[in-house]
């Protein structure tokens, strides 16, 4: 018989931890505070704007400015919301919502849940950032669904992010080293300086794949003790979003003229096409650019899902229910294309962009032992501003690369730590966010408390490793 003692224990709140107490903190400030992500845009465009003119930039050169760069993203605009939607359509097929319905199955606890979103997020982030935001998104709604698990859906869609947030720049999605070590693409102004630097000498370098492993340890750890437990936890119903499945459900033909929508005759001759252009791409170039080109991912994903689906009317119904995933990228992105071309495109008083003050000022500061850290910090704030890996390495590699060069550190690393670093603002900016958020329902404010409490313990510990890991080279 059960004694009373042991009821009262059973039904008493489970007990948060500091950690968990901390991230719950910030989430409340952020869920008060934080501006929707499009606000958010609009604030910095305001920002950088008035440092323009505080630089002696004339009025009309930044307005020319705004208007310039606001279409100058519609490339990687049109490529992350078909991450969202070719990521969703996969998803709804049937055979990849069983294998994520038993990835949904692993874990037992809601803290275990999220930690080990957290893991699968940051792994599959060594393949590619895209396939991290993805799959954590719809593990996320997998793991929602599970009645018996009692998880934080904010702290889980926190932990999907963290691919993005942590580890994506250290593996294959590297844009500035697959950049570095791709001559038909290296601009000459970089060239010049660097030369060919090989993949060897980046991501592939032992201290990288340490301080990879570093990263990703010390981040399920604080996915695992910051998700708040008992009465704190906000599940998808108590959020108001719908996690239901996305697979479509089946039809019947109805009529002769909706053959074509139910054979699997055209998608599987589709499929054959692009096996063909697949193998021609993988038999002239490099694999592992091959596989680190987005357009490329999204075509085999498109396709994949075109096959999975079996018939063009499911389909098609996949697409039309993924496609408002993808409205926070469509109308956000411009505006962040408009502030990277007012930061390195108007010049001010003395000629210069905002962007080339920034530079100098680190680079003038490093020194042969501090330039791992103050590089890094560059990087890191720069990110903030300009959340674009290879399009701002080729902006920032002139003044990086040449002071690494100047100060005989190793070049190799210099690239890493410009990526590691650079990972850091993701943490807190919406930009990356969106198609995640897109899949999840969520608002940035919903996650960010606890993206800001992996963020503090992330910081140090890069800078740290930066310094530590560059003294063995």
């Known amino acids: 018989m059960t004694s009373d003692v042991e009821r009262t224990d059973a039904s008493a709140p489970e007990k948060q931890g500091g950690l968990a107490r901390l991230a719950y903190s910030f989430t409340e400030w952020a869920e008060k505070w934080f501006p929707d992500a499009f606000v958010f845009v609009v604030l910095t465009v305001i920002v ?25 993203l519609i490339p990687f605009t049109m490529q992350m919301a078909m ?14 919502t069983r294998l994520i319905d ?24 060594y393949f590619n950032w895209a396939l991290s935001l993805v799959l954590g998104g719809l593990l996320v709604r997998a793991l929602a669904r599970r009645a018996d698990l009692k998880m934080d859906y904010r702290a889980a869609g926190a932990a999907a992010y963290l691919g993005l947030g942590a580890t994506w720049a250290l593996g294959l999605s590297s844009s500035s080293a697959m950049l570095q070590a791709n001559p038909a693409s290296l601009p000459k102004s970089i060239s010049d300086i660097t030369g060919i630097i090989p993949l060897s000498q980046t ?38 979003c719908d996690v239901t499945e996305v697979s479509a459900a089946a039809e019947k033909q109805e009529r002769p003229g909706e053959w074509f929508e139910f054979t699997p005759i055209l998608p599987v001759l589709i499929v054959i096409l692009a096996i063909g252009f697949c193998w021609n791409e993988f038999a002239s170039k490099d694999a592992l650019s091959v596989i680190s080109n987005l357009n490329t991912y999204n075509f ?10 079996g018939n063009i009317r499911s389909f098609l119904k996949a697409v039309s229910k993924a496609v408002p995933t993808s409205a926070g990228v469509l109308i956000q992105f411009p505006f962040y294309g408009a502030i990277a071309t007012m930061l390195t495109g108007v010049n001010g008083a ?4 905002i962007s080339h003050h920034i ?8 020194n042969g032992h501090t330039f791992p850290v103050v590089i890094g910090i560059y ?40 990526n590691a670093a650079e990972a850091l603002p993701n943490l807190i900016n919406p930009f990356w966010m969106l198609p995640l958020l897109g899949v999840l329902g969520l608002k940035a404010r919903d996650i960010v408390g606890f993206c800001f409490t992996q963020l503090l313990f992330h910081t140090p510990l890069v800078l740290f490793l930066l310094w530590a890991l560059a003294l063995t080279l």
């Open 203 to 240: 991501i592939f370098l032992w201290q990288s794949i340490v301080m990879g492993l570093a990263i990703l340890v010390v981040s399920v750890a604080i996915a695992y003790f910051s998700a708040p437990k008992g009465e704190h936890v906000k599940t998808a119903a108590d959020m108001g």
């Open 350 to 353: 003395d000629g210069v962009s």
């Open 379 to 418: 990087s890191a704030i720069l990110g903030f501003l300009i959340p674009s890996g290879g399009g701002k390495w080729i902006i920032e590699a002139p003044y990086v690369m040449q002071a690494a060069k100047d100060l005989h550190a190793h070049m190799g690393w210099a690239v890493q730590v410009y």
């Open 102 to 125: 038993r990835l949904a199955a692993v874990p037992s606890t809601g803290a275990g849940a999220v930690a080990w979103v957290s893991f699968v997020s940051m792994a599959s982030s």
């Open 359 to 366: 530079a100098n000022i680190f680079v003038s500061i490093a």
């Open 48 to 72: 950088v704007a008035l440092a323009n003119l505080a630089t002696g930039a004339a009025p009309l050169a930044i307005a020319k400015g705004f208007g310039a760069g606001f279409w100058t």
């Open 300 to 309: 085999i994903f498109l396709m994949i899902g075109l096959l999975l689906h």
């Open 83 to 96: 991450v969202a939607i070719t990521g969703y359509v996969v998803a709804a097929s049937p055979p990849c």
